[in-house]
C-alpha cells in the first residue's frame, strides 16, 4: 500500500529565517506530486506540483521554491520567511499519467511565523 | 472549471443519512464531479467521483442529477467522525490525463450531533 510522509509536524519560525519541508511517498512509482497552503480560516491554495524528477510547476509566484530530487521525494523551501508564511502545509500525491483526480494527502506541516 | 456552490454549513443527526448537495449549472460533458472531506488539522481526503451515473463505494453515494447540473453527496448512516468540511470539486480530464491540480472552495461544514 502507499504512504505519504511529511516533516516535521509543527514547525515555529522566526521572520527571515529559512524553510525546508519534506515530503515523502512509500509504495509507488512515477507519482505526481503536490505542495498545498491552508492558511487559516481559508481553503487550500495549490502551490506548486510536479509529475517528474527536476519537473516543478509553479501556481502562485511567491516566497517560496519546490524541489524534486528523487521520484518519490517533494521539498518545499525558502530562503527568508515572511509572517504571511504561515499556515497549514500538505503535500499530496496522485497516480502518475492517470485519467483520475485522486489525491491522497499528508498529515501536513503546522508551520506558524513569528 | 465550472464553478460549484455548496451551502456554508449543515447539521445532521447520528446515525441519520447526510445528504449534502453541491450545484454546478456550468458543468461541460467532460467534467467530472469529485467530493473530498477535510476533518479539523488533517489533510484531505477523498471520498468519491463521478461523470454522469450514480456511484456508491464503501464510504459514501453520489447522486448526480440527469442533466448534470447538480449532485448530492449521501452519507448514509452519519457518525460523529464524519464531521468535517466536505468540498466538491469539478474538473475536467487534460488531453485525456488527470495533471494539474484541485481547486478547492470553501465547502460545506457537516456537524454530526450526537
Known amino acids: 500500500s502507499q504512504t505519504i510522509h511529511q516533516w516535521p509536524a509543527t514547525l515555529v519560525q522566526p521572520v527571515g529565517s529559512p524553510l525546508s519541508l519534506e515530503c515523502t511517498v512509500e509504495?509507488?512509482?512515477?507519482?505526481?506530486l503536490y505542495w498545498y497552503r491552508q492558511a487559516a480560516g481559508r481553503g487550500l491554495q495549490l502551490l506548486f506540483y510536479?509529475?517528474?524528477?527536476?519537473?516543478i510547476s509553479s501556481e502562485v509566484p511567491q516566497n517560496l521554491s519546490a524541489s524534486r530530487p528523487q521520484d518519490r521525494q517533494f521539498i518545499l523551501s525558502s530562503k527568508k520567511l515572511l509572517l504571511s508564511d504561515s499556515g497549514f502545509y500538505l503535500c499530496a500525491w496522485m497516480w502518475g499519467g492517470t485519467s483520475s483526480y485522486e489525491q491522497y494527502f499528508g498529515p501536513g506541516t503546522r508551520l506558524t511565523v513569528t | 472549471d465550472a464553478k460549484t456552490t455548496q451551502p456554508p454549513s449543515m447539521d445532521c443527526a447520528e446515525g441519520r443519512a447526510a445528504n449534502l448537495p453541491c450545484n454546478h449549472s456550468?458543468?461541460?460533458?467532460?467534467?467530472?464531479v469529485y467530493w473530498y472531506r477535510q476533518i479539523h488539522s488533517q489533510g484531505p481526503q477523498y471520498i468519491i467521483h463521478g461523470l454522469k451515473n450514480n456511484e456508491t463505494n464503501e464510504m459514501a453515494s453520489l447522486i448526480i442529477t440527469e442533466d448534470r447540473k447538480s449532485s448530492t453527496l449521501i452519507l448514509p448512516h452519519a457518525t460523529l467522525r464524519d464531521t468535517a468540511v466536505y468540498y466538491c470539486?469539478?474538473?475536467?480530464?487534460?488531453?485525456?490525463?488527470?495533471?494539474?491540480?484541485?481547486?478547492f472552495g470553501k465547502g460545506t461544514k457537516l456537524s454530526v450531533k450526537p
Open positions: 470539486i469539478v474538473r475536467a480530464l487534460i488531453n485525456g490525463g488527470s495533471q494539474g491540480n484541485l481547486i
Open positions: 509504495g509507488t512509482s512515477n507519482p505526481n
Open positions: 456550468t458543468i461541460s460533458g467532460n467534467e467530472y
Open positions: 510536479s509529475v517528474g524528477i527536476g519537473q
